[in-house]
Structures are given as C-alpha cells and as structure tokens.
C-alpha cells in the first residue's frame, strides 16, 4: 500500500511543479493574457536568440 501512496504522492508534487513552471503574461499592445513558455518564438535583429512575442499581434512587450 506504502508504494501506491508513494507513487500518488510523487504525481502530485510532478502536477504542482507543472503549475509552478507556467508563466501567464499580459500582452501590453492587444492586453491578452498567454503563457509565456508556449508563445511562439520570433528572430530579433541584432540578436542570436530568439524572444517569445504575443501570438495575437506579434508584440514582444509583456507585463508579468
């Protein structure tokens, strides 16, 4: 019994981490909420990496 409750408390713990992880933004040009981590990424000129933007204006100014 010891394991099933192991395994069902390490689920729980993996679901809270997940939570933990998600980062909502608010898009300062359109103000729609999205999540950071899953915003499509755009080429930023002059840079190597590449910056999430809003998927409904493709604005890279967020407030967190």
């Not at 980062?23 to 103000?31: D, N, T």
């Not at 930023?44 to 998927?55: A, D, F, R, S, Y």
Request: charged residues 25%; hydrophobic residues 30%.
């Amino acid at each position: 019994m010891e394991n099933k409750n192991d395994v069902a408390q390490e689920e729980l713990t993996h679901t809270v981490a997940q939570d933990v992880e998600r980062k909502i933004v608010l898009c300062y040009r359109c103000l729609s909420c999205y999540d950071l981590n899953n915003a499509p990424l755009k080429t930023v000129t002059g840079l190597k990496n590449k910056e999430p933007v809003c998927p409904n204006c493709s604005c890279k100014v967020y407030c967190s």
